[in-house]
């Protein structure tokens, strides 16, 4: 498996076409080639039914593509999100999930569905500006506000502080709670009502749980990238 | 999550006219108790209202010196809003001793008044529960009743507690919900607005068919006085109350003038104690006066298989906020 993920290793496999020069390490890109029907099948519990076939194809694009409005299914309604910057209109009927919609519809897995419940956190992103649990919203609920995901942080090649400081303090181990850790940072940072002590952030990113306990570096992390944040106008 | 019709309101009469228009209707504002328990299949709206654009997002402080809160102000920017910090601490401290600050910037003020219990059984779908299933029975009386169940307040047909911090400093302080149906506005007394379940379990609020609650306006901040909210825990975060309490005292010459104490994770409504009160006023602090007072707050209650801990433990909690209020 390391071979895939590593653009250095030589290519091994004859038959296999070269790998894109460009591409993302991506385990994700390699499920989603050997098994798109596989996935549409075992994963059509998320988004209701007869979404997912069409969720896959977007899916598989680059994630800044703009995804085009297609004919609305029966129950289904258009709305348009805008995603990390750039205007996306999707169908979805009522139920779906704004954490189910952002993942499988946009493409954009960097936000984790860990209890599906706003237990713990792993779904963090930015409604306007405001860290929400994704999983508690209806993509319906969102219709015309800015999302922001892990993957809007980094801005033209670089790191946001958040993301430099967590690699520096290696503030993770398994990494699933991450994205949500890092939207919460940021969000607290950016918060002037929330206090810069160190028992202030423990309360306020207490919405995030880590499993793995990375918790001491996190908070170091979160401290650190305070006097290299962006400054807010 | 099952089907259901969806509608968004743009103002109160729409969203009241829109629930009115289908049985089973939902209002959806911050979602997470109405998205968490549609989940798990507990609630199962025909039909959710969305009200998140109404315009019910400000507060305003009125001539009378109460503070008029509108239904979709979140937890966030109530606990944090200048006036709320500076009249009412009690409130923003039970603010930001509940859930965290992503649930808290979506939570609304109408929906934690409006939040549902987290008894295991009402939550699981499948065990007896007449909050659920009116007239099946209750699990969870001789059941795991340690943490999220009351002691004051119960009835053998129900024994969750309520689970808000922000309705018991709301109790300590008086309020109104102010609610909007079909036939007009109302204002229910904060204090009658949630019901105890006797017979009744699955009647937990005193609003009628179709009615919206619209605003919250707390009373006027007593003069002089000082609060506090004392959250006794599993954990020192994210995590319901075993016991809490609301407490807001004015001393004048060394003498309690006035007092109001409300308790929270040991009754199944947000819990207000006269007695309590009343065995304070006109007297001189002492750890024997609020022992005493702790007392008289818990004379009523009843213990459950394992939830007997909650009574001195929601006595400390009244007798730990007084003292340091007072010292």
Redesign the interface.
Known sequence: MADHDNPETPHACPSCPPPEPAAAPSRRSFLMSMGVSGLAVTGGGLIPRGQVQAAVPVAAESTAAPVAATPLAPGEQTVTLVVNGAKRSINVPPNAVLLDVVREKLGLTGTKKGCDHGQCGACTLHVNGTAVNSCLSLAVMHDGDEITTIEGLAQDGTLHPVQEAFWAHDAYQCGYCTSGQMMSAVAILKDARIGRDDASVREAMSGNICRCGAYKNILAAVQSARTNMPKVS | ??????S?AGDVGQAVANHAAMQNTAF?A???TL??L???DVMRPAA?V?I?RVELKQIDALPDGRVRIGALVSNTDLA?HAKVVADYPVLAQAL?SG?????R??ATTGGNVMQRVRCNYFRDGVSPCNKRTPGSGCAAVGGINRSVHAVLGTSEHCIASHPSDMCVAMAAIGATVTVQGPKGTRDIAFADFHLLPGDTPDKEHALMADEMITHVTLDAPLAGAKSAYLKLRDRA??QFALASSAIIIRLEDGVIKQARIALGGVGTKPWRAPEAEAQLVGQRPSPALFEAAASAAFKTAVAQSHNAYKIPLGQQAIVRNLSTLVA
Do not use: P
């Not at chain 2, 999550?1 to 969806?6: T, V």
């Open positions: 999550m099952r089907h259901f019709e969806y968004r959806l911050g979602g997470t998205l968490d549609m989940k798990i959710v969305d998140n944090r930001l859930a965290t600050t992503q649930l910037n979506k975060s994210y």
